[in-house]
């Protein structure tokens, strides 16, 4: 139950404060005295979202506070998920500073906006006048065929197993992706390894080749230098041999003479033997070097490989190339993938979704079994409410498509007048007849106490008479197992409450407020008897007014 409210600086309203009490309040007012802009502060202490716009002093912060009564400790688990301090007796209070920012309390503990929305949800159920939309909505149908349930724990039970399914098929999605990727990378690193078992790689190979290529390249030079070197030492005109046996010859004579030319012979003698051997060698040399194109060709094809190979890797010599190789062959064997965890996944997936379908079964029946008594009592309610001929039934249909509340989708159907078939919602029924039944739903949600305070902002909207005295009466009802609180403009519902509230624009400041005022038994006499007389409080409307008090 809401027990206080305080505003202070927000839009008319410079500082507020209301204490409110259990059964039936009503808070009247003129046209832009600032009824409504209560509910917007108490909108923006349960969640919802505002700016700086509703500063009415742009240098000061906006506060908002409510205090609640909670009757029992439905709420704890909640307050428990949020490491909140539990007590019966709960403060919500929301902060928006000139900067924008804005801050959110839970007892004193900051919350994030969503949890201050959630908490809120459980304790404040504010219905405006543009809300009688969300009867069109079929998430919002659905959910009011939920709260009618007498066993919650099945959706319970379903929404969790549905968030594990959900869960389930992420990591599955995970698992094929990364088997997608195993095979990418395996079928890449074997086209790899393919190619390097082709080019048969050896060590040391690459520098052979390259000194084989600079010998294929310059082989005709090479025959050419070994021939003429040849022909120096033996055979042209006159050779180098030649000459040192010219030169041994004279040194033998010169031994006759000459004891040092002994040893000069004796070492002319050695190169000459020298020399014999090197013409041997160039003479082999020459036999030996022959050019060939082929050789050329596949040599030069065999070292463009491998500087493909090489340019491919990202490598800048041949034993990193190698090495490359070697680190490939290596992340192959190590690579793996737990396709045995895969199909364990899927299997429990299948499992998952057989027992979601199971438990969507069962939730079905028991939304069927509340929807038609559900539908009767509405219509009665409507009935009340001045319209004789509405219909209104809930139509449950089995999607056979899992959904995050089971596979039941929720129509509205109605029709407000004689002789005309029942339809979807948005497609028959006014603003007026929306107003009307989604009062005549809540009147009959109250009852479920899942909803401990209900404010509406002039439900009345577009009603008069005879009609206007059936939906205080309606209202009256429901302020008997709920806290209700109505803004309104009907004198026979203002009657009705068991509290009074007038809000008005105060002016004689340099600033318009609005204030609001706790009405005394006679104060609320008068108030009637104006909203009866169109301001003009003659005796005749003090008289109906207490008639419709004591009526």
């Known amino acids: 139950m809401l027990q206080k409210l305080l505003v202070s600086n927000y839009a008319l309203i410079e500082k507020l404060e209301i204490d409110f009490k259990s059964g039936f309040t009503v808070i009247t007012g003129e046209t832009g005295a600032g009824k409504s802009i209560l509910l917007g502060a108490l909108g923006l202490v ?3 979202r505002t700016d700086v716009s509703v500063l009415a002093d742009v240098n000061k912060k906006c506060v908002v506070e409510a205090g609640f009564l909670l009757a029992d400790d439905s709420l704890k688990p909640l307050f428990e998920i949020y490491l909140l301090d539990y007590e019966q007796e709960c403060l919500l209070r929301r902060e928006i500073s000139p900067n924008g920012k804005s801050r959110a309390f839970v007892n004193d503990t900051p919350v994030n906006l969503q949890q201050l929305k959630q908490i809120g949800s459980q304790l404040i159920d504010i219905h405006a006048q543009h809300d009688s939309l969300l009867l069109t909505d079929q998430t919002y149908q659905l959910g009011v065929l939920d709260a009618l349930l007498k066993d919650q724990s099945i959706l319970s039970r379903y929404r969790t197993k549905y968030q594990y399914f959900l869960q389930l098929r992420k990591e599955i999605d995970q698992l094929q992706s990364n088997q997608l990727r195993y095979d990418s990378e395996v079928d890449f690193i074997r086209f790899q390894l393919a190619e390097f078992a082709k080019a048969a790689l050896k060590p040391d190979e690459f520098q052979e080749l390259e000194q084989k290529l600079h010998l294929l390249s310059h082989s005709e030079e090479i025959k050419a230098s070994l021939f003429a070197a040849n022909q120096i030492l033996q055979h042209s005109d006159v050779t180098v041999l030649q000459q040192i046996n010219h030169l041994q010859q004279l040194l033998n004579r010169l031994s006759n003479f000459l004891p040092e030319a002994n040893e000069l012979s004796s070492r002319v003698s050695d190169i000459q033997i020298e020399l014999k051997d090197i013409s041997f060698e160039l003479a082999r040399l020459e036999d030996q070097s022959f050019f060939d ?103 449950c249909r089995n999607t056979e498509k899992l959904h995050p509340d089971g596979h039941t989708a929720v129509d509205f159907l109605f029709t407000a007048s004689k002789g005309i078939e029942v339809a979807e919602m948005s497609k028959i029924a006014s603003g007026g007849e929306l107003s009307r039944l989604m009062l005549a739903l809540k009147h009959k949600l109250s009852h479920t106490g899942m909803i401990p305070t209900l ?97």
Do not use: W
Not at 324 to 352: C, G, P, V, W
Not at 460 to 488: F, P, R
């Open 293 to 395: 194109p082929q050789e050329l060709i596949a040599c030069q094809e065999r070292l463009d490989l491998i500087n493909h190979l090489m340019h491919k890797h990202h490598v800048h010599d041949y034993d990193s190339l190698l090495q490359t190789h070697n680190t490939l062959e290596a992340e192959l064997n190590q690579m793996d993938f737990d396709k045995d965890k895969l199909e364990s996944k899927r299997l429990e997936y299948k499992k998952i979704e057989a027992d979601l379908f199971k438990i969507a079964n069962d939730l079905h029946n028991s939304r069927l079994a509340v929807a038609k008594p559900f539908g009767q009592e509405v219509t009665k309610v409507l009935h009340e409410l001045g319209m004789p001929h509405a219909i209104f039934y809930l139509q």
């Open 455 to 551: 404010i509406f902002d002039e439900i009345d909207t577009g009603v008069s008479g005879e009609i206007a005295a059936k939906l205080a009466k309606v209202l009256k009802q429901m302020s008997q197992g709920i806290q209700l609180i109505s803004i309104t403009h009907l004198p026979q519902i203002a009657a009705r409450a068991d509290h009074h509230f007038h809000v008005y624009k105060q002016e004689e400041t340099e600033r318009a407020q609005s204030v609001i005022k706790t009405l005394s038994t006679e104060e609320r006499y008068r108030e009637v008897a104006k909203m009866l007389s169109s301001d003009n409080v003659t005796t005749a409307a003090l008289k109906a007014a207490k008639e419709l008090f004591d009526s």
């Open 46 to 48: 349960v969640g919802r």
